[in-house]
């Protein structure tokens, strides 16, 4: 019997260096201050998938298993070496990802939360944007391996407009199909006008803005919270919630009239937030009693601003979302898998997540090729033809993937996750 094939790209992966293997990515003038850094790195430097993070983050059985299963076995140096992860994405079925940076660029310690409580001094934002720029050249090697399978989001600062503008032009030659939109400094807004020329570069040059939860939004620190947890759940709802915001704000304040050619993507957001943001948005902007002449800056409902310009990377998605995709909308939504990260759907086998999902509440073939593969090819313009040999050798089977399982699982995380009420 022949099996049936199906692509599946990622839309959120994280990939970073060896912090060391950073320094010929740097320009000359930094290299003496991040000499200095490296000291400090060896000291107190923690990537988001290290052990002692996860031990932080994780039920001390949980975290031996992570040991035992991911890191032992030398899964997570498909976070730095580009053979190592085309080996494990061959081994999920995952055709291809888009990427994003995380936590560890030059200059960055370890996670905001966590230099915080080890009163770690913040780097300069020119050493951030610095290591910025070096985390992109990185990258944009790291890709050359397999352009094919994938495409970057570039990481960037909005500090200094013009140097944004120019790191924008480069990043387009380097390849790069997008931008991780960045939080803005102090009490800024993104819709605020000195951010237009990037938002205008961007759209020029075709570049989707990508708003990826902790990226986009600033993290906060909870001093005081009653648990090293309590204090995990309180950041974490923030950062969702200050993602999702960034929809009003580029919507009323206006960046999407002004740029109408211009995509955006929220990822790890979840999905199911969107139905109810956007019937409170049409119901401020149609219904409310705020004053009408906020027609004469937005001609169009919000609800059209985001069937025409915006798309959700659907990380760590629920059976919830995937049983309400018509509502929130089949074709906007695009499955990511967080590989390497500990609550990623890839953790427990990418076959199983799915099976408990699409194949749990009977996803048609359709559908599934629209949310696996399809909406992102579209998006961010990777080649099906291409992929699709990739995936003829080591795809997932798609009579499979939309099977349920015989015995429901039984997992903590995101898989049972509630909708948000609409």
Known sequence: MSVSRITVISSDGHVAARMGDYRPYLEARFLPDFDEFMVEHAKHGVATTDAANIGDRLDPEVARAWKQD??????????????RRAAELDREGITAEVLFQ????????SSPTRAASLNIAEASIEQVSAGYRAYNRWLADFRSVAPERWLGMAAISFHDVDAAVEEVHRVRSLGFAGIAVPAVPDTDRHYQAEYDPIWAAMQDLGLVAN???????????????????????????????????????????????????????????????????????????????????????LPMRPSEYWLRQCHIGSSIFSRAEIAAREQIGV?????GMDFPHSEGAWRRGTLAYLQATFGAVGVPEADARLMLAENAALVYGFDLGALGQISDRTGLDLDEVLTAPAVPPAWRGDLNRPLIPA
């Open 331 to 335: 074709g906007k939504m695009m499955i």
């Open 211 to 297: 708003v990826h939860v902790a990226i986009a939004n600033r993290i906060p620190v909870y001093v005081g919270a009653p648990t090293v947890t309590a204090g995990r759940a309180l950041v974490g709802a923030d950062i969702f919630t200050g993602a999702r915001n960034l929809l009003p704000s580029l919507i009323f304040g206006g960046v999407l009239e002004r740029f109408p050619r211009l995509t955006v993507v929220f990822t790890e957001t979840h999905s199911d937030w969107v139905r109810g943001m956007l019937a409170r948005m049409d119901h401020a902007y149609e219904r409310s009693d705020l004053r009408r002449d906020i027609r004469t800056a």
């Open 102 to 109: 995380d936590f560890g660029t030059p200059f960055v310690m």
């Open 70 to 83: 991911v890191a032992d076995p030398g899964r997570l140096d498909a976070t730095w070496s580009p053979q």
